[in-house]
């Protein structure tokens, strides 16, 4: 299955739903007028993580790696593209592994790393030290 469908403008009016649902399962909808692309639909969830990977690259944002970062934190944010963007700074700059990054946004480790891998965010497979590998084992334990 492609990640990328082509849909024209009338096709979209006829099959709302049906192009929804592909979106919400991961495939973007180039919407296409006279066969032209005119605009996006992407996931909500993959929007965020765009908006937060576009964020953290434009603004250069620094953060101790070691600091961590703490579910307080996160919960204190009300806005959720202010979420994501906090915890992919954190990510990007590694300060957390993306199982916690995961479970800081409610959402399995593997679901992130396909978002991920798709979206073409960098993904860190592997603990970068040791403090980094024994949150990951807490997180799995959590599970």
């Known amino acids: 299955m492609?990640?990328?469908?082509?849909?024209?403008?009338?096709?979209?009016?006829?099959n709302t739903r049906r192009v929804l649902r592909d979106v919400q399962r991961g495939r973007t909808a180039l919407i296409e007028s006279h066969g032209e692309p005119e605009a996006?639909?992407?996931?909500?969830?993959?929007?965020?993580?765009?908006?937060?990977?576009?964020?953290?690259?434009?603004?250069?944002?620094?953060?101790?790696?070691e600091a961590g970062l703490s579910?307080?934190?996160?919960?204190a944010l009300d806005d959720l593209n202010a979420r994501y963007a906090l915890v992919f700074k954190h990510y990007l700059n590694g300060g957390i592994s993306l199982a916690r990054a995961a479970e800081l946004l409610?959402?399995?480790?593997?679901?992130?790393?396909?978002?991920?891998?798709?979206l073409d965010v960098p993904v860190r497979t592997a603990p970068q030290n040791a403090a980094e590998a024994a949150g990951d084992v807490a997180t799995i334990e959590t599970w």
Do not use: G, H, K, N
Request: charged fraction near 30%.
């Open 71 to 75: 579910e307080a934190a996160v919960q």
């Open 2 to 14: 492609t990640l990328i469908q082509r849909v024209s403008r009338t096709d979209l009016a006829r």
């Open 106 to 118: 409610d959402m399995s480790w593997l679901e992130l790393r396909e978002r991920c891998q798709r």
């Open 40 to 65: 996006a639909l992407v996931d909500i969830a993959d929007y965020r993580i765009l908006r937060a990977v576009m964020r953290y690259y434009a603004e250069s944002p620094t953060t101790d790696p």
